[in-house]
Each structure stands twice: as C-alpha cells, then as structure tokens.
C-alpha cells in the first residue's frame, strides 16, 4: 500500500512539474513533504494507517494544518499527529525536516534582515539575505516575525528551573551596532549538570561587558527562576564575574578553569623556552589523585622556580589552588568538571551562525540568534545520554 501511494505522489509531482514548471514548485514541495512526514509517521509506528499488527507502537491521529512561507511561496503542510505514542527518549511524534535548526535558522534569516532594512548591509550580506530570505522583505515582516519569535525564546530564557548540581560560566563576545559605533557585547551564558546527570542550557543573557553589575543580574535572574542547590561553580578568573559570584552565590565552592589558568600562567615565565617545561609542570600537579598529592606536587613546582622566576613562583603559589577545587568531588567528575571546555560546542555552534551576520544591529537580534541556537542545543542534551553519572564516588 506504501509503495503504491509512493509512486502516485511522485507521478503527481512530476505532472505538476511537467504542465506548469517553475510555478509549481511550492505545490510540488508541499505534496512532497507531506507524503515524507506521513512515511516517517507510519514508520514510527510500525504500521501504516488502519493497518493491523502487533508490533505497532502507537497510533495516527489525524494531521494538522500549518503554513510555512519559503522562497518558493507559502507551502500548505498538513503535520501527522500520533496518539500513544512515545520515542526512545520518551518525545512525542514529530517530523524531522521540521524539527531540526528551525528556531536558530529563523533567527539567523531575522538578524541578516535586520541589517538589510536598516541600511547596514555589506556585499556579502545581501548575498546571504538572497538566500536566506529572498529580496522582498520590509520592516514590517522582519518585526512581526521577530516578534513571534522572542516570545517563543522569551519563554525559553525564562522557564522554571530547580535542582542544579553543577553550574559552568562562560562569555563570549560578538560586534553589534550601539549608539551609531559598532561595539563588542559579551553573551553570557550557564550550563547546569542536574541530579539525572544531564547537562542544559539554563540561560544566556547579552551585556556591554563582564562588569559586576551585568553578571550578578545575569546570576541573580537564574536564583529568580528556582536554581537551587548548587555545589559548584566552574568558570574562568573575571574580576567582574568573581565579584558577582560572591555576592549571589556566597559559600559555594567555586573551581577555576585550569585550561585558562595556564594560559594565564605563561605571562609570568620570563622565557619562551620555559613554558613547555611550566606547562607540563602544572599538568603533574592536575593530575594528582587527591588533594594532599596535588598540594604536594604544586610546593614542589613554586621551589623550582622560587630564585630562577620569583613573580612566576608567586603567582603559582597564590594562583594555582583555585583551580585545584575540584579534588574535593568525584573522581568520575573530574574531568569534565576541571575546566569551562564543556562551553566548547556551544561556542562552536554560535560562532558558525554569527560569523555569517559578522554584525548584528543591536544586543537584542544577537541575543535571538544565541537562544535560538542554545536552546535546540539543550533539547539534544535534555533527551540524549547522560553527561555524568551522579551515582559515582
């Protein structure tokens, strides 16, 4: 029955396309992602419509209706709907080709036009915007899109959170426009590990700077939300976040990044030639197996270089214990836990989407892009495997 309906879809597509060409094709691409999202369903299932079996894992329910506009045209969907039904990871049925990258997507297209009708577009950005949205596009569509949008990731930003065992901080910085000077503006952003040992996105935020006063907002509306319980805090050293940290998030042990500690480590030595023999130095310290061991290893190091490099034997000595915090939890958690690296994906998957806006024309369009993306991030690790098993010791 499959392959029948199969082969008169495409003899219907193929007759649309021989009669009426180039016109035809948001009508051909409606019949055609509609009878993809009916296989998949019936593929989910385990069984097409009405047919009768026991392997079957749920059962259709009907389609419903959703417009989607694309360069070729309004396409006229019609979504399968499932009733009783669950995947592995426990999500109710939904067609792939809609799912993946829409909201980041949707944004990026959203950032590209705002620039293109405010005036600020380049060469390349207009390339893009040919692309991705095609040349006719006014103000009033880019705002009434934008805003159906940021109510979704207003929602998204804002949800109720709870139990968070481990909370990882980071910030990057993108160009956007400010007061007629394009500027750098810091995106914040919190990962939380919790109880079940998943990890999520809990929230980003664009500011100016890493002043105190933007962190402690940014920390402040995560406690507001019901983030609770935390044990500890990775980040990196930041004056204005440390500040922050303290005044929110007093009493909770707090584990600096030991990848920018040593970074910051190599403006110390005195000789290039030196910093491969520090470096591999700080590396034994880290991997000790207990706390004492690392003490150890570290008053070892400081001795070394106490007369041939003072300030950096200093700095060692005063710098090096803050990132050594993290002795005092699982040993299964170390890793992961020992610096902010688990940001690398999130930084890698933003970068890849602003680096083709290059510019956005305030904070506003960067923070759309940047929950867009992070949120569809949190989904996959929200129903995905388990970043830490919280039952180790």
């Not at 008053?299 to 270089?305: G, I, S, T």
Request: charged share 25%; net charge positive.
């Amino acid at each position: 029955m499959t392959h029948r309906n199969d082969s008169t879809t495409l003899d219907q597509l193929m007759e649309l396309l021989i009669h009426d060409g180039p016109d035809a094709m948001a009508q051909a691409l409606t019949t055609l992602l509609n009878s993809a999202m009916r296989i998949e369903r019936e593929q989910a299932l385990g069984a097409a419509a009405h047919q009768r079996t026991d392997t079957r894992r749920g059962y259709a329910n009907g389609y419903k209706p959703k417009t989607l506009t694309t360069r070729i045209g309004e396409v006229a969907l019609q979504i399968p709907q499932t009733r009783d039904y669950a995947d592995e990871q426990g999500r109710p049925f939904y067609p792939s080709a809609l799912e993946r990258g829409v909201r980041s997507e949707r944004a990026l297209t959203l950032a590209i036009a705002e620039m293109y009708v405010q005036g600020v577009s380049t060469r390349k950005v207009t390339k893009v915007m040919e692309q991705l949205c095609g040349l006719n596009i006014t103000s009033t569509q880019v705002s009434r899109a934008a805003a159906e949008l940021d109510e979704q990731l207003h929602a998204w930003r804002n949800r109720p959170l709870g139990e968070v065992r481990y909370l990882i901080l980071d910030a990057r910085y993108e160009k956007v426009r400010h007061g007629g000077s394009v500027v750098s503006c810091a995106l914040l952003t919190a990962i939380g590990v919790l109880p079940d040992g998943k990890r999520c996105v809990l929230g980003c935020g664009a500011a100016l700077s890493e002043a105190e006063a933007h962190w402690r907002s940014f920390l402040q509306s995560l406690l507001d939300r019901g983030m609770h319980s935390v044990k500890l805090v990775v980040s990196d050293d930041h004056a204005g976040l440390g500040a922050a940290r303290q005044a929110t998030l007093a009493g909770v042990p707090w584990q600096r990044c030991q990848f920018h500690l040593m970074q910051n480590a190599m403006a110390y030595v005195p000789k290039v030639a030196m910093r491969s023999e520090v470096a591999q130095g700080m590396r034994r310290v880290f991997a000790a197996d207990d706390r004492n061991e690392a003490d150890r290893r570290l008053a070892e190091l400081v001795e070394k270089y106490r007369h041939t490099a003072p300030r950096l034997a200093d700095w060692l000595e005063q710098n090096v214990p803050e990132a050594l915090t993290i002795f005092a939890f699982p040993a299964a958690h170390r890793k992961r836990l020992r610096t902010t690296n688990g940001q690398e994906r999130l930084n890698k998957e933003i970068k890849r989407r602003t680096r083709v806006a290059t510019l956005f024309p305030n904070e506003a369009s960067l923070l759309r892009l940047a929950s867009a993306v992070l949120s569809e991030i949190s989904d996959e690790w929200e129903t995905s495997k388990f970043y830490l098993d919280m039952k180790a010791q």
